[in-house]
């Protein structure tokens, strides 16, 4: 009898916990679902009955969506971008915490504190001075002028994830990978880096979703059309008399398709990241 009344009072707080996870679900997949639906109908469906199952799949919002707003484009340069970006902060985000977490020496917390600096800093207040920057050295309207500010507040969270997992690394691999005679980089490359590549999940994860959809230093330091990304080739279909949602709600469609694959591919080296990352910071 005291077993079945145990198994009851455990089994009731986990009904509770998968209903309210259940509905957690919903909720945020909820309007995704009715984004993907309301796509595939007319302007006029849509302010008739916005909840109801589309009466006719309109694929010609797509393709128009597509051409007109010359998502082909924008999506390139977003991933050129966006992957630039992930590849060069990666690599010397790791670097850096690599020197932070496994180097001793007296201004590694110093160095780590400035680094967390970025991190406190909102995009706005260096709009304007990185605007006449680039100007005067001729890196506005180019992608090489978005990709680094994108990688100076790339690189403040990459090192402060990656210094944790560096620091949780043993220390008898390190030393016995001197006695061996390896050297700095054979130890920073053959041994710490893979064994840190949950974290380097994490932080690409992070990454490339923040700088994909980045709207506001894309809509002002470019203006030419041949090199806008995603986020600012969304915003043509919102005019200031007319918009076209139906053609807006497809290309939405289009620019979230990249950042879902790409977490559904890494979600379970994201999770252990995540986990491995909270107990040995």
Partial sequence: MNQTKNKKKVSVPM?????????????????????????FKTNAEIFTSPFSLPKEFCFENYQVAW?????????????????????????????????????????ADATLLYFLTGMMVPVHCVLIPLFT???????????????????????????????GFF??????????????GCTIYEIFFKICLPLSRTGLFVTGLMTFIA???????????????????????LSKFVGPYNTNYS?????????IIPTIVVYCMFSNQIVDGLTAGAVKG
């Fill in 211 to 233: 700088n994909w959809n980045e709207l506001l230093l894309a809509m002002v330091f470019i203006s030419d059309e041949a090199k806008k990304t995603l986020p600012v080739s």
């Fill in 133 to 163: 920057r680039f100007s005067k050295l001729g890196l506005s309207n180019s992608l090489l002028g978005l990709i680094l500010p994108y990688l100076t507040f790339s690189l403040p969270v990459t090192i402060y994830i990656m210094t």
């Fill in 247 to 255: 053609q807006m709600f497809a290309a939405i469609i289009v620019a």
């Fill in 15 to 39: 009904i509770l916990i998968y209903v309210f996870l259940v509905a957690m679900a919903v909720i945020y997949l909820a309007p995704l679902l009715w984004v993907f639906l309301v796509s």
């Fill in 67 to 107: 051409f007109a707003g010359k998502l082909g484009i924008a999506t390139l340069n977003s991933f050129i971008v966006c992957i630039v970006t992930l590849l060069v902060s990666m690599l010397i985000g790791s670097m850096v915490a690599f020197a932070i977490g496994r180097l001793h020496w007296k201004l």
């Fill in 167 to 180: 620091k949780g690394i043993p220390n008898e691999l390190v030393e016995s990978a001197c006695i061996d």
